[in-house]
Structure formats: structure tokens, C-alpha cells
């Protein structure tokens, strides 16, 4: 059986711990800087708490990262280099550099590296996958997301595109299986020291992508609309419910909701056991930070002629990304 850890119990990490706690799997200790909160949640799971991460390099076979983004690289790396497999929430880290060293310091110990987009595995973005891929849109010409709400104070050391709009970023490479050739954005900054709202436009190849994101709604929405030759889906990630609409007819399709948390730690530790790469890997992460970094700026990038593709990374291991 997996041993497992968690390192970080805040608004995500408790319910890693929640979840590893009912998996097949052993929940052997949770970590926390706020030692008060990592005894409660030890408690009640019936675990060990650790006041230092660290303690848990040679008690666990694999762990969950869910600390502040600019604390993902050092704390995985620890983990990474000691053969422990890491689920490090997303984004994956500040930089690309930082991204880089720990795909191929997991590559170097043959361990499994996840990244938490979540909502690549919500079971509506899963449906609509489906529904694309059989093509009864026809060709898909847009989706449009909006991921908006009240402002979101615990976070402080990223930006509304890293923090919020990298969760439609992954959505949307996933649902048309391809990367983006360029990036329009407009980004602004009203009452937070980085970026809290933003306007961005992907291009594709046959279709573009405009992602919404803010920080000043004062109600939460979380919506994606896909826009076909043949019909156009309304998906709406709270509720978990996908609307195909077409020749005048409108289908709510049958899914079978659950956790998204949940499908990603369950993929998390069948990686493991099969010694197969998660469904969201390092790989995958660092992609979507790297059309995360060019859309927080006010600019139009060619993302095509980015001076680092991840075949070059790979070959040439740079680090001067």
C-alpha cells in the first residue's frame, strides 16, 4: 500500500488529506507551517503530524504539495530528489526554470511528477472531450470561459492568470488537443499588488480561445461555452453539467458527478502503481505556465517562436529559459 503525506493544509491541502484518508492508500502524516492547524487535521485523521516537511522524506512513498505557489519548487525538489513521487498543486511553480529542474530531476529518479490542474478532470470537461471528439459539434470555432468571483485574499505571491486562469488554459489545450500559436491579453491591477483581472485570447490553429478572469464579481461563476460548425455546449463547472444544443434542440447530458480532487488523487496513485505517467504530468504543467507567463503581460506573443520550445529543453536540459 502507498504511503502517503501532506505538506500544506490550507484551502486544498485538508482535502488531500480528506481524500487520501478514504483512498486505497495509507495516510501516514500531514505537514503544516501553522502547527496548530496540522495537529487538528492530524487528529482528525488519525495520523502523525510533522512540524517540518522534511520529516516525512523516508516515511512516505509519494506526497501532496498544496503550499503557496513561490514554496512549489523548493519543497518538491526535496521531495524529488529523495525518489518520493510529488502531486504539487497548480501551477506547477513560479518559473519556467524552476518547472524545468523538477521535471527532470523526477525524470532523472524515474518517480511520478502530477500537477494539480483540477479541472482537467472535472467529469463535465471530461464529457465535453467526449462529445468534441466524436465531432457532433463539427469543427470547433471558439469557447469562451469565465472564471470569476470575489477577491481571493489567502492569495499573495501570484497573480489572477497564474492563480485562477491557468485552470482554463489547461481546459481548453485539453479539449482541442493542441497548444496555442499565440496569446493576446489585456491584464490589469486595481486593488491587489499583482494582476486581478484579465481579458485573454488564444489562438489555434481553426479556433480561438477568450478566457475571462476577475477578482471583482461579487459572485462566483465558473463557465465554458464551445462553439462548433454544427451545435454549441454550455458547460458549467460548479454544477457539473454540460448543455448541447443543436438544430434548434437542447440535450443536458448524463454525467456521473463526483469530486474532480478525487478522479486527480485516484489517477495520482494508479500512476504510481502502474508505473505510468499521470494524466496531468510535469510536462503538461509546464506547458500551461509557460502560456500563463506570456498572457499576464499586456502584449501579443507568437508562442511559436518562444526561444525555448520543450523538445529543445529536453535535449539541451537549458536553464536559462
Same mark, same amino acid.
Given at each position: 500500500?502507498?504511503?502517503?503525506?501532506?505538506?500544506?493544509?490550507?484551502?486544498?491541502?485538508? +482535502?488531500?488529506?480528506?481524500? =487520501?484518508?478514504?483512498?486505497?492508500?495509507?495516510?501516514?502524516?500531514? $505537514?503544516?507551517? /501553522?502547527?496548530?492547524?496540522?495537529? !487538528?487535521?492530524?487528529?482528525?485523521?488519525?495520523?502523525?503530524?510533522?512540524?517540518? =516537511?522534511?520529516?516525512?522524506? *523516508?516515511?512516505? /512513498?509519494?506526497?501532496?504539495?498544496?503550499?503557496?505557489?513561490?514554496?512549489?519548487?523548493?519543497?518538491?525538489? &526535496?521531495?524529488?530528489?529523495?525518489?518520493?513521487?510529488?502531486?504539487?498543486?497548480?501551477?506547477?511553480?513560479?518559473?519556467?526554470?524552476?518547472?524545468?529542474?523538477?521535471?527532470?530531476?523526477?525524470?532523472?529518479? +524515474?518517480?511520478?511528477? $502530477?500537477?494539480?490542474?483540477?479541472?482537467?478532470?472535472?467529469?463535465?470537461?471530461?464529457?465535453?472531450?467526449?462529445?468534441? /471528439?466524436? *465531432?457532433?459539434?463539427?469543427?470547433?470555432? %471558439?469557447?469562451?470561459?469565465?472564471?470569476?468571483?470575489?477577491?481571493?485574499?489567502?492569495?499573495?505571491?501570484?497573480?489572477?492568470?497564474?492563480?485562477?486562469?491557468?485552470?482554463?488554459?489547461?481546459?481548453?489545450?485539453?479539449?482541442?488537443?493542441?497548444?496555442?500559436?499565440?496569446?493576446?491579453?489585456?491584464?490589469?491591477?486595481?486593488?491587489?499588488?499583482?494582476? /486581478? +483581472?484579465?481579458?485573454?485570447?488564444?489562438?489555434?490553429?481553426? $479556433?480561438?480561445?477568450?478566457?475571462?478572469?476577475?477578482?471583482?464579481?461579487?459572485?462566483?461563476?465558473?463557465?465554458?461555452?464551445?462553439?462548433?460548425?454544427?451545435?454549441?455546449?454550455?458547460? &458549467? =463547472?460548479?454544477?457539473? !453539467?454540460?448543455?448541447?444544443?443543436?438544430?434548434?434542440?437542447?440535450?443536458?447530458?448524463?454525467?456521473?458527478?463526483?469530486?474532480?480532487?478525487?478522479?486527480?488523487?485516484?489517477?495520482?496513485?494508479?500512476?504510481?502503481?502502474?508505473?505510468?505517467?499521470?494524466?496531468?504530468?510535469?510536462?503538461?504543467?509546464?506547458?500551461?505556465?509557460?502560456?500563463?507567463?506570456?498572457?499576464?503581460?499586456? &502584449?501579443?506573443?507568437?508562442?511559436?517562436?518562444?526561444?525555448?520550445?520543450?523538445?529543445? %529543453?529536453?535535449?539541451?536540459?537549458?536553464?536559462?529559459?
Amino acid at each position: 500500500m502507498i504511503k502517503v503525506g501532506v505538506v500544506g493544509l490550507g484551502a486544498m491541502g485538508q +482535502h488531500h488529506a480528506r481524500l =487520501y484518508s478514504q483512498a486505497k492508500c495509507q495516510l501516514v502524516g500531514v $505537514a503544516d507551517i /501553522d502547527q496548530q492547524r496540522s495537529a !487538528e487535521i492530524a487528529k482528525k485523521y488519525n495520523v502523525t503530524s510533522f512540524a517540518d =516537511y522534511k520529516e516525512l522524506i *523516508g516515511k512516505v /512513498d509519494a506526497v501532496s504539495i498544496a503550499v503557496p505557489t513561490s514554496l512549489h519548487h523548493v519543497v518538491a525538489m &526535496d521531495f524529488l530528489k529523495n525518489g518520493v513521487h510529488c502531486l504539487v498543486e497548480k501551477p506547477i511553480s513560479l518559473t519556467l526554470k524552476e518547472a524545468q529542474e523538477m521535471i527532470l530531476l523526477a525524470d532523472q529518479n +524515474h518517480i511520478n511528477l $502530477a500537477i494539480g490542474h483540477i479541472e482537467c478532470f472535472n467529469p463535465a470537461v471530461v464529457k465535453l472531450k467526449e462529445v468534441i /471528439d466524436s *465531432g457532433s459539434l463539427g469543427k470547433i470555432l %471558439i469557447i469562451s470561459t469565465r472564471r470569476v468571483g470575489p477577491s481571493a485574499p489567502r492569495i499573495k505571491d501570484v497573480g489572477i492568470v497564474v492563480d485562477s486562469a491557468t485552470h482554463d488554459i489547461g481546459v481548453i489545450r485539453y479539449l482541442l488537443n493542441n497548444e496555442p500559436i499565440n496569446v493576446f491579453s489585456r491584464v490589469g491591477n486595481l486593488r491587489n499588488g499583482k494582476e /486581478d +483581472h484579465a481579458i485573454i485570447v488564444l489562438s489555434f490553429f481553426g $479556433a480561438t480561445a477568450c478566457i475571462e478572469v476577475n477578482w471583482f464579481t461579487p459572485h462566483k461563476v465558473r463557465t465554458l461555452v464551445a462553439t462548433g460548425s454544427e451545435g454549441i455546449a454550455y458547460l &458549467d =463547472y460548479i454544477t457539473q !453539467e454540460v448543455k448541447i444544443c443543436k438544430d434548434s434542440k437542447e440535450e443536458l447530458l448524463n454525467i456521473s458527478k463526483v469530486e474532480p480532487l478525487k478522479v486527480e488523487i485516484d489517477d495520482f496513485l494508479q500512476s504510481i502503481l502502474e508505473r505510468k505517467s499521470p494524466r496531468v504530468d510535469g510536462r503538461v504543467g509546464w506547458k500551461i505556465l509557460k502560456v500563463a507567463l506570456e498572457s499576464s503581460k499586456n &502584449d501579443l506573443c507568437d508562442l511559436s517562436k518562444m526561444k525555448a520550445s520543450w523538445e529543445e %529543453i529536453l535535449i539541451n536540459k537549458q536553464s536559462d529559459i
